[in-house]
């Protein structure tokens, strides 16, 4: 796994862990008689969870690490110039 990987992961982990806390602290009530921490608290606990899991199935695949060179290797670049030009153009 690579340090990056890692790195974002207990990132949103914290970040997961902190919106929980504030959504405990808003009531979250029950599933029939939800209170207004509700919706955060389920997201930030599927945002730890996912991150957890992504961190588990990364750790124990064992593989060759793609390098940052190897992302862009094979990109349609005119693809790209169009899409940015596509999105300054509607501003």
Do not use: E, Y
């Not at 207990?10 to 008689?33: K, P, T």
């Not at 509700?38 to 899991?53: D, M, N, Q, R, T």
């Not at 750790?59 to 169009?82: F, H, Q, T, Y």
Request: charged letters at 10%.
């Amino acid at each position: 796994m690579d340090r990056r990987d890692l790195a974002s992961c207990l990132f949103l982990i914290a970040v997961a862990v902190f919106v929980s806390v504030q959504a405990i602290h808003l009531q979250v009530g029950s599933f029939f008689a939800p209170g207004p921490g509700f919706v955060l608290f389920l997201s930030s606990l599927a945002l730890g969870v996912l991150s957890i899991l992504f961190i588990i199935t990364h750790s124990l695949k064992k593989g060759s690490k793609a390098k940052i060179g190897d992302l862009w290797r094979g990109l349609n670049w005119k693809s790209v110039v169009l899409a940015v030009i596509a999105s300054f153009c509607i501003l």
